[in-house]
């Protein structure tokens, strides 16, 4: 199993700022999964942050809002632009889906409130 | 496309009744399904898989290929069960998750 860790775990931010969410997961993994999960929602895949190259972005979801790094293979950054109150959510990292593993770990979350 | 659908978004059930969550998936290709668990305040984890066959907590899910369908079943449901769940569907590197049910056990 994989130990994933998330900071912050919530914040509170005004409208048109940014927020960068840490992911750090004590082994090496090929991919890393950002996911949202709204209030009341399912998790959203957001984008999927592979070492060495572009993530890659579902569709709704583009770099210039939810620009991602993947420095290294335990870390990966989400930065949430622009905020708007409808980016309130829990961001959620996420590894795991193949190799090794046949299942998906996932971080405490983030939680986001935009005022 | 890869779809997974949870029909009941709540279901609430007496202790010691039987709970089964519904769970149905589209996808064109073979299967893997899961079922995930969120109990109250802790990050999101692995239930079971059907791979595995296995009984969690007392939980069980076949795949039914025919009806498309992997429902979680619990023949006695504990106070301790009351959490959500989500069955999701993995397509390659990928995971689709369904929209989730939230389980009460009251009791």
């Known amino acids: 199993s994989a130990v994933i860790s998330q900071k912050p775990s919530r914040d509170i931010c005004q409208r048109g700022t940014s927020l960068t969410i840490q992911c750090q997961v004590d082994?090496?993994?090929?991919?890393m999964f950002w996911y949202r999960q709204q209030p009341g929602q399912s998790l959203t895949l957001i984008a999927t942050?592979?070492?060495?190259?572009?993530?890659?972005?579902e569709s709704g979801f583009v770099i210039d809002k939810f620009p991602i790094s993947r420095p290294n293979l335990t870390f990966s950054t989400l930065t949430v632009s622009n905020l708007s109150p409808e980016d309130s959510s829990i961001y959620l990292c996420?590894?795991?889906?193949?190799?090794?593993?046949?299942?998906?770990?996932f971080g405490p979350g983030t939680r986001l409130t935009v005022l | 496309a890869q779809r997974v659908t949870q029909p009941e978004k709540l279901l609430s059930v007496f202790k010691g009744a039987p709970v089964e969550l519904k769970c149905n998936y589209s996808?064109?290709?073979?299967?893997?399904l899961f079922w995930y668990v969120q109990y109250s305040r802790q990050r999101l984890q692995l239930l079971l898989r059907?791979?595995s066959r296995e009984s969690i907590k007392g939980f069980t899910a076949d795949l039914n290929k025919g009806e498309t369908s992997f429902h979680l079943k619990k023949p006695f449901a504990q106070e301790e069960d009351s959490a959500m769940y989500y069955c999701?569907?993995?397509?390659?590197?990928?995971?689709?998750f369904g929209t989730g049910t939230s389980l009460t056990v009251i009791p």
């Open positions: 082994s090496q993994v090929t991919m």
């Open positions: 999701a569907l993995k397509a390659g590197n990928q995971f689709y």
């Open positions: 059907h791979i």
């Open positions: 996420s590894v795991g889906g193949g190799g090794a593993y046949n299942e998906q770990f």
């Open positions: 942050a592979n070492q060495g190259s572009e993530a890659t972005y």
């Open positions: 996808y064109s290709g073979s299967p893997e």
